[in-house]
């Protein structure tokens, strides 16, 4: 892991990084406390399709997980996302993807195709971050825990899955055609978002996907609104909820 840059506001630390895997470099971001010593929890997080590591959904949520939680936040760029290259199988889906959101067409066979090929990387990818991560003196082997909300809950669901490290994930935005088979291991507890008016994500794919999880523990959280109107005090609840797991 190479790090980049380090820059401090509001007593929140940022550090860019690079680390190298056998897919190419993975441009990533690390939040933690100004003058952080010694291991505590991980939160790591998932982007949403188009976005990139420091989204401002993303970089507003880790920076209050630092600053009110004195959590550490991890975030990077997905696979074909950010300034990451893409293949051209990447590009033919993604085109196809955006036709049919525009055309009122079928997403999910396409989603669903996209999710598994990107996934393919991705998971080891966030696992070689998270070994990284923990080598680090201000993060160490602390409890971890993960989020992310539509591209970054299909690519999530499998890694949790996954990763026996992960202890607690708040998910969303995501239906049952991305993820069934690896979500049906899941056992850690889980809070799961759906948007009932979300024009993307059938309302009946994203409800079978929380009813397949295996968590004794998990809550389905349903707001109104369409895929990109999560209400702000979701944000609220995840705090307190990765606090009751995590510490």
């Known amino acids: 892991m190479r790090f980049t840059s380090r820059t401090s ?3 929140v630390t940022e550090e860019l990084f690079t680390l190298t895997s056998t897919f190419g470099e993975i441009p990533g971001v690390l939040w933690t406390p100004d003058g952080s010593v010694g291991p505590r929890p991980l939160i790591l997080m998932g982007h949403g399709g188009g976005q990139h590591k420091k989204a401002p959904g993303i970089e ?4 209050r997980f630092v600053a009110e939680c004195g959590f550490a936040v991890a975030a990077v760029d997905a696979p074909a996302h950010g300034g990451r290259p893409r293949t051209e199988e990447h590009d033919r889906l993604i085109a196809e993807m955006r036709d049919r959101m525009q055309t009122g067409g079928d997403t999910a066979p396409v989603l669903a195709e996209l999710h598994a090929l ?5 998971v080891p990818e966030w ?5 990284a991560l923990q080598e680090l003196d201000h993060v160490g082997t602390g409890p971890v825990g993960y989020s992310g909300m539509s591209l970054g809950c299909g690519l999530g669901v499998p890694f ?4 026996p490290r992960v202890r607690a994930a708040v998910l969303g935005l995501n239906g049952a055609e991305v993820s069934s088979e690896a979500a049906a291991r899941i056992t850690v507890p889980l809070e799961f978002l759906v948007q ?8 009946a794919a994203s409800l079978a996907l929380f009813d397949t999880f295996a968590s004794a523990e998990k809550t389905l959280h349903a707001n109104p609104g369409k895929h990109g109107e999560i209400p702000a005090f979701e944000l609220d609840s995840a705090m307190r909820f990765f606090t009751r797991h995590l510490g």
Do not use: H, I, K, Y
């Open 118 to 122: 990107l996934a393919g990387q991705s």
């Open 160 to 163: 949790v899955a996954a990763e």
């Open 196 to 203: 009932w008016d979300d024009e993307r994500v059938p309302r």
């Open 9 to 11: 506001s509001d007593g």
């Open 127 to 131: 696992r070689a971050v998270l070994d």
């Open 60 to 63: 507003t949520r880790a920076r």
